[in-house]
């Protein structure tokens, strides 16, 4: 592989709340990663257990800001110093040689310089309906070049900058990025897979989670305010 391909940086932005359940399982995975070179960025947005604290031997970069996923991977991107911005949430686990996989996939593929990907995703239960649910969140979103944050998107810190960054809006902050970014650079679909949780779907039912999400996104699509969204997303 071209040794300055090999060279990009990546600083994984991973957003946090109350989370000491399972961050250090997720951090503990990205340890070889730190070890390539590339960096581990934790944006708290106001944890109410020991989050920080557990994960504070296992990242390059801490802080804390105010709650929102958008708002805290905004500040995240702020303090990273990586060539490429990866995007984790904190229930996810990257692939074995994620590094490998985005920097091969780069140099095989499009602009060196201007790119933006995502991962295949797999959700961590064993029922059947989940099996049917990741294969149509790949394959649409390779189909129609919309990604979402459980995907773990990336992108180069150059194209980040072109579109503006993330959106600072309260929810579907991942779907207007993703649009803002096909726009200029057509979307690179790993088959690696990141594996997510599927504690929210198991919470909530299956089913009624995902009537949920679709009726959330077509009233976005209406032009429903992400605000009155949250509200609806995230009870008080």
Not at 26 to 55: F, I, M, W, Y
Not at 85 to 110: E, N, R, W, Y
Not at 151 to 172: C, E, H, K, N, W
Request: charged fraction near 20%; glycine fraction near 8%.
């Amino acid at each position: 592989m071209n040794a300055g391909l090999m060279r990009q940086k990546i600083s994984i932005i991973i957003p946090v709340l109350n989370e000491a359940q399972n961050i250090q399982g997720v951090l503990q995975k990205l340890q070889p990663l730190r070890e390539n070179g590339h960096e581990v960025v934790l944006v708290d947005g106001g944890s109410k257990d020991n989050t920080c604290e557990l994960a504070r031997s296992y990242v390059d970069q801490i802080m804390t800001t105010d709650k929102g996923r958008a708002k805290q991977q905004i500040s995240g991107a702020k303090m990273a110093t990586g060539q490429v911005f990866l995007f984790l949430h904190a229930d996810s686990f990257l692939p074995d040689k994620a590094d490998q996989v985005i920097l091969t996939a780069l140099h095989t593929g499009q602009s060196k310089s201007s790119f933006w990907g995502r991962f295949n995703v797999r959700l961590s239960g064993n029922h059947w309906l989940f099996r049917i649910i990741e294969r149509s969140m790949n394959w649409r979103s390779c189909l129609t070049g919309i990604a979402t944050g459980d995907q773990a998107i990336f992108v180069s810190r150059t194209l980040y900058d072109d579109v503006g960054g993330i959106p600072a809006i309260d929810l579907m902050e991942d779907i207007e990025f993703s649009k803002r970014l096909r726009k200029l650079s057509q979307v690179i679909c790993l088959k690696s897979t990141v594996i997510t949780s599927s504690r929210r779907w198991e919470k909530n039912g299956i089913l009624k989670t995902i009537l949920s999400m679709w009726y959330m996104r077509l009233q976005y699509f209406l032009g429903v305010k992400p605000e009155v969204l949250a509200n609806k997303y995230y009870p008080k």
